[in-house]
């Protein structure tokens, strides 16, 4: 089990940037693909971004593609998406997880290890 910690939410302004971090601890880190997932008020949970154990490997929703990008260190156990032009839409509760595959999933019932969510609020 992977345990995830998410940080840097807040309120922001329509077209301001803001850069979510996810720091991991627990029984393995590196050897797991890492996503982003969102969800809105009376919304379902919804994918954002992934990437694989490697990193080389990154995939995104498409309401999110060219603002969004997904990273991460596994040195220092962590993932982070930098969110770029953001829109009102764009607020939600954002929650880091962990996959116990290696290669990239998008599923979110491929996700196994979530965190407890940071708010991210965009004014217009």
């Known amino acids: 089990q992977v345990h995830l910690v998410e940080s840097g939410g807040g309120l922001v302004q329509a077209g301001d940037s803001l850069k979510l971090s996810c720091a991991a601890s627990?029984?393995?880190?590196?050897?797991?693909?890492m996503g982003w997932f969102r969800q809105a008020p009376g919304k379902e949970r919804e994918f954002v971004a992934a990437i694989s154990w490697s990193g080389d490997r990154t995939d995104y929703a498409d309401s999110v593609k060219g603002r969004f990008s997904i990273s991460r260190d596994n040195a220092k156990n962590t993932v982070s998406l930098q969110m770029n032009s953001l829109k009102p839409e764009d607020t939600a509760v954002y929650y880091c997880a962990a996959s116990p595959f290696p290669m990239l999933v998008v599923t979110l019932t491929s996700y196994t290890s979530w965190g407890q969510g940071t708010q991210v609020t965009v004014s217009s």
């Open positions: 627990g029984r393995t880190f590196s050897g797991n693909c």
